[in-house]
């Protein structure tokens, strides 16, 4: 039976990650309620827009129920202002921005630039074995990293894939060109952990 794999759907890239999920042979649902979360093996936070995604957990009442199952260890895949969400702690956030936390890294938001300094390249991804095509939108980068925390990919100095233990983020928006190789990494992850 594939696993169910829920991805936040507050705001963001919603559609682009059921899609690839889905492509990847997974059950894959949208989460806006705490009863879609508890139908979830794992969960992917979108790209968006953190501050407001923090703001809507709050208001959807998500935000303590995901951090308990962060806690007891469901798989989590942070893309962009997913991978914000994820981490401990953030530079350059808006004044008392929340995260769900879990993922041991400081991260620096925008860290690129703005909206005109988005770009796209081709990433070396440890555990892929082509290089993945990035595609970078007001992405952060990790500044930091805890002892747990492996890098996966770099650019410009900084990591920009990350793994521990159960949670993958990247500042990268893998779901924009239907390769699917990072999603598949998170889906192993999520097999994994329901065995």
Known sequence: MPPT??????????REHVRTLTDLGVDAITVRRGSELDE???????????TTMAKLLRTFGLMDPLRKRIADGMPVFGT????????????DGAAGQETVGGLDV????????????????????TGIDEPVHAVFIRAPWV??????????????????????????ATSF??????????????VDLVRRSVR
Not at 40 to 50: F, N
Not at 109 to 124: C, H, I, K, Y
Not at 173 to 186: A, I, N, Y
């Open 5 to 14: 794999i829920g991805v936040l759907a507050l705001q963001g890239d919603v």
């Open 40 to 50: 979830a093996d794992g969960i992917v936070l979108p790209g968006g827009e953190s």
């Open 80 to 91: 962009c202002a997913g991978m914000i969400l994820l981490a401990d702690r953030v530079r």
């Open 106 to 125: 400081t991260v620096r938001r925008n860290a690129f630039g703005r909206q005109v300094d988005s770009f796209e390249t081709d990433l070396p991804v």
């Open 143 to 168: 500044e930091e990293l805890g002892p747990g925390v492996e890098v996966l990919a770099e650019a410009a100095g900084h990591p920009v894939a990350v793994r521990q233990g159960h949670l993958l």
């Open 173 to 186: 928006h893998p779901e924009v060109d239907g390769d699917g190789r990072v999603h598949g990494l998170f």
